[in-house]
């Protein structure tokens, strides 16, 4: 059964601060998927990553595929309170399913 | 072009009621997921429609089924409904015919089971 794992499972900053959240699996993925949720809302996509080691950045968000497709980090710069939501990653298993973490619940305090 | 929608947003239902969701999937995706969401069990998949095919089923008891129309709408039936269905119900699409997956949620329909 594959299982991906993020961490921390809840993370409280102030306004202004770095943070960092990982998405970790045993796992390889074809693709990886990034989503923020809002109370009672569908998770909205962020971003895909595709290729291992590649990076990309949306805004002040850094997304980083890890070179063995098993795992995923999403930095937030600077955070704002609008970042404020619920940061789920998804495995895509090589079109068979889509395999989700739990969820990083993040708050940022103005 | 138009995400995905789903209907009802909100359905309050009694215990051993039925409830069907309906959802609309972005204009050309021909797959659609259903999946259960709860603050204790996250998100939960309870399968995916292809060309009016199930193609996948994750483990859910067989009160709750689902159907693809040729229009690639889908809908999705739990019957006997028990107080543990309160759940906020997701639907996603994807276009399968890319080079990789990416799944487009709805909003979501919120049921609770009285």
């Known amino acids: 059964t594959q299982l991906l794992e993020q961490s921390p499972q809840f993370l409280s900053i102030q306004e202004g601060e770095n943070l960092t959240v990982y998405c970790n699996s045993s796992s390889v993925f074809s693709s990886l998927q990034w989503y923020r949720q809002e109370p009672g809302e569908g998770p909205v996509l962020l971003v895909t990553v595709v290729t291992g080691g590649e990076v990309k950045k949306l805004k002040r968000l850094t997304f980083q595929f890890g070179d063995a497709r098993k795992d995923s980090s999403l930095h937030i710069t600077a955070a704002q309170p609008g970042d404020t939501g619920l940061y789920l990653c998804?495995?895509?298993?090589?079109?068979?399913?889509?395999?989700f973490g739990p969820g990083t619940r993040l708050s940022v305090l103005p | 072009k138009a995400g995905v929608t789903q209907t009802p947003r909100y359905l309050i239902k009694t215990r051993g009621q039925q409830v069907t969701l309906s959802c609309s999937p972005i204009s050309g995706h021909r797959s659609v997921s259903w999946y259960q969401q709860t603050p204790g069990q996250g998100l939960q998949f309870l399968f995916e429609?292809?060309?009016?095919?199930?193609?996948n089923k994750g483990n859910f008891p067989g009160r709750f089924s689902g159907r693809q129309f040729s229009n690639s709408r889908s809908e999705m039936n739990v019957s006997t409904l028990e107080l543990g269905d309160s759940a906020l119900y997701l639907c996603?699409?994807?276009?399968?015919?890319?080079?990789?997956?990416?799944?487009?949620f709805g909003p979501g329909t919120r049921l609770t089971v009285l």
């Open positions: 429609y292809f060309s009016e095919t199930q193609r």
């Open positions: 996603a699409s994807s276009l399968v015919s890319s080079s990789y997956n990416e799944q487009f």
């Open positions: 998804a495995g895509d298993n090589y079109g068979q399913n889509f395999v």
